[in-house]
């Protein structure tokens, strides 16, 4: 009996083991398998080899590299030349004929700077910025617009984006450039707008595909773009101030137009190193009561175009504005809109409602000899439209038009009008609106009047003026105006 | 007994089981440890944080992104802007005022296109390339140049580049930079030279480091630049030949300056384009003597430069060649030197070697009106230079001069004659070298002659011409010589 109690135990123990033994290799062949597979996952992204770049790879470095440029967003498609190094620049060929090659390193201007863009319709954005000036010059640069929903269920819609070089000729390092983006049907409200822009280099075709506007869902109402009803009947769209502008004539400009155009009326400057601090205390108290926007654009400074790339600046407040008025406006703040005293601005812009664009002419006034009607001491005191009154009458007054626009029917401003629009355009206006323009004026810190005469013509420097006191005679009602509306807070404003 | 053999069997199974159940336990541990730690090993580099960038991602991207750049050479030193999306793209300040700002994307111009580079004695050398041809106009860039030794106990040296824009007005996107990178003091042979290039950038100063040369140890013998002997007397530096040019014509005038510039000369031709097939057939019996050098430079095509780049092509002969040769002409293949029988090209230039540089006096010939001397079959089968034997005597004669340079006081080559240079310039050599200008000849595949007389003077549309056999005399010389140097290889060309 010893026996079977002494061979059972071995039996088992043979069971026992040659179990465990089955079942811990099993674990341990499924475990070497998920070693492999692990090991292989883990090293696989760190091996230099040549798969096929996939798109995390290149988020992944995009976001690191482009300067400026948002993470996965900008990309530069082009055919990978193989690397060279100094030595490696040349070759001889069978023939004999020495084969040099040529290396591109860096960037000396942007193919695309971009500012701003808009959507102006259901199917259709503008794109405003600036491009290499030569490129368009010399070169064939295009433009694609990509509409990417949000909604991911939709596909992205692509169309070609349509140029328009609103500065020509004018541009130095960059020219301005708007590219209206119309897309063949109705674009949902809500996802990303790219421009792609192709320097269209002969060799190697460059892209930079850029995100231009990110329109979040349920931000639009298609109805705006319909609608009659404009949040402003009249909107100011000034050009890029830059220099030591004369806080008073700045107040005095301010102050005549706020009341020329009425409550329904706004007004949008562009600070481009102009609005410094004293110019923008006379600014201040117009701002609070929701009169003037400033926009500080500055940082446009770094790139070299047309004085302080104002063709830019005037298209970013024509698309920004464009369905908030009625009337655009487009003239500088040395210059002062006039009215004949029979008419208003109402009834002056309701005569030319049927036209998309009218231009007006200039009344070129001296900003150096002044009237002295007051005597001295008053004409010190007065302000400078008050002085400034004689009229220059040699010069052609169809020089240097301004101009005012329907927005609605504009694509892009341009110099001295838009030459981007539908609809008519009026060049005869002149007995219905004008502009007297104190050229200088705005840019002299001191007081203007250089010689004081009281007569109804003068000649100065063999040049004849007349007295002309159109805009001299609304002085008293301009400062009451400011007075009325904003206190004694710019009193004592410097010139 | 039966009870004991049946007692055993259950203690033995619980204890199988428990031991079994243990020992996977602890696997089952192990498993799930490594299963966490691959799975988070296998996801790491998916996951888009912001860790910092090592070399290594720094390298794989760079090969993938730059466009034409060495890798890990070209590096933009700049402050990373923090990323922007296009809904960043503004803010509001405290004050009310939007501050706007500009974000700019991709390459339009190249701020270098590097050609070559060459070294120009024991501590100087020129760089050769093109730039944005607007950056120099209204930017500001500028050039610093770095010699690292390979003798690493040896410093890095660094100066100043001191720019020279050879063809000044007349770039188009691109124009043409030369830099001097001269050193306070001996740069030890063996190294590689660094062109840092500066765009000016006034917000942002970004800088191209380029690698332009890679010199081997030992490669270079400082003698060279100061020994009088020279490898050649005269090396012709051709500018871009481009366009469908008369095998012929070309045939004609590679074998009459062969002839005329003797065995101690050496001829640089530049195809971008215009050495096609046929005309190189007529070169290939003077590449094969060592006569000709051909270089293919149509790769500049990309760069949209003055006359596909023709300032740097010959800027970059200069260097190449500089001190490989006594003299270097530079003129069209449409113009043939000449001097006075009496004379020899050695007998006059040894006669203006106290000058730098000469220029020489154009004569215009037609090349359209014909001498018919020889009567219609054989002024057929005449050479181009044989039968336009018509000098156009109304043209001004100062107009396009052409000129030769002792290389070795030449710093850049410009448009009509070297500016900058050490030494006296000559401009009076018409009595001892002129060149024969047949403008349109060798653009134009057919026979030349549309109109032929025999007249010693003609007036044809309206322009009097003249009877000049200057080069027409030598034809039989240069048909003999080239018969006699290269056989009949090219009797068969075409116009």
Redesign the interface.
């Known amino acids: ?1 010893v026996k ?2 002494e061979q ?1 135990p071995i039996k ?1 123990k043979k ?2 083991v040659s ?2 033994w089955n ?2 290799t099993e ?1 341990k062949l ?2 070497m398998a ?2 492999v597979i ?2 292989l ?2 090293l696989l ?2 091996i ?1 080899s040549s798969f096929s ?1 996939s798109t ?16 996965n ?2 990309t ?1 498609t ?1 055919v ?2 193989e ?5 490696e ?2 070759r001889v ?1 069978a ?23 808009y959507r102006g319709g259901v199917n259709t954005f503008a794109v405003i ?7 368009h ?3 064939h ?1 295009s433009y694609r617009c990509e509409w990417v929903p949000l909604d991911p269920t939709q596909d992205p819609v692509s169309t070609l984006g349509f140029k328009i070089l609103t500065d020509w000729g004018y541009g ?2 960059y020219t301005t450039v708007v590219v209206n983006c119309t897309f063949p049907s109705t674009t949902a409200v809500g996802g ?2 790219i421009l792609h ?1 192709t ?1 269209g ?4 075709n ?1 892209t ?1 595909s ?5 329109e979040p869902p349920n931000s639009v109402d298609f109805t705006l773009y319909s609608s009659p009803k404009k949040k402003y009947d009249y909107l100011y769209c000034g050009s890029s101030l830059y220099g030591n502008l004369s806080p008073q004539r700045v107040r005095e400009w301010i102050a005549y137009h706020v009341r020329f155009f009425g409550e329904r009326s706004h007004f949008v400057l562009h ?1 481009a190193g102009g609005i410094h601090d004293e110019v ?1 205390e006379v600014l ?1 108290p117009w ?2 009561l929701g009169r003037v ?5 500055r ?6 175009g047309y004085y302080h790339n104002q063709f830019m600046v005037v298209n ?1 407040c024509l698309h920004r504005y464009r369905f908030a008025a009625k009337w655009m406006f487009f003239f500088d703040v040395d210059e002062f809109i006039y009215v004949p005293e029979k008419e208003t601005i109402k009834s002056v812009m309701e005569s030319l409602e049927e036209y998309s664009q009218f231009t007006i002419e200039q009344m070129p006034m001296s900003s150096k000899i002044c009237y002295s009607g007051d005597g001295p001491a008053r004409t010190y005191r007065n302000w400078g439209f008050e002085k400034m009154a004689y009229r220059d009458v040699k010069k052609v007054p169809r020089r240097d038009r301004k101009y005012a626009v329907q927005p609605s029917n504009v694509f892009a401003t341009g110099v001295h009008m838009s030459q981007n629009l539908q609809g008519k355009t009026y060049h005869k206006a002149e007995s219905k609106i004008r502009y007297f323009h104190y050229h200088g004026s705005i840019s002299q810190r001191r007081e203007p009047c250089r010689h004081l005469f009281n007569d109804s013509r003068v000649v100065f420097e063999n040049n004849p003026y007349v007295l002309d006191t159109t805009i001299r005679d609304v002085g008293l009602a301009v400062k009451t105006f400011e007075m009325r509306t904003i206190g004694n807070r710019l009193l004592r404003t410097r010139q």
């Open positions: 009996m079977d109690k059972h088992e069971l026992l179990l465990i079942f811990s674990l499924i475990f998920l070693l692990f090991t996952a883990t992204p760190f230099p770049l995390s790879d290149f988020r992944f470095c995009i976001s690191r590299f482009s300067s400026a440029v948002p993470v967003t900008t530069t082009e990978l030349p690397k060279k190094t100094a030595t620049l040349e060929l023939n004999g004929v020495i084969k040099r090659t040529f290396t591109g390193y860096g960037s000396a201007a942007y193919n695309f700077i971009s500012m701003s863009a910025g600036l491009s290499s000036k030569p490129l010059v010399y070169g640069p130095r390092i990303n707008l822009a320097t280099d002969p060799d190697r460059l930079d850029i995100p231009v506007l990110t600070d923008f201040r701002i609070e926007t400033v926009h500080d654009i940082e446009q400074e770094r790139f070299d970013d």
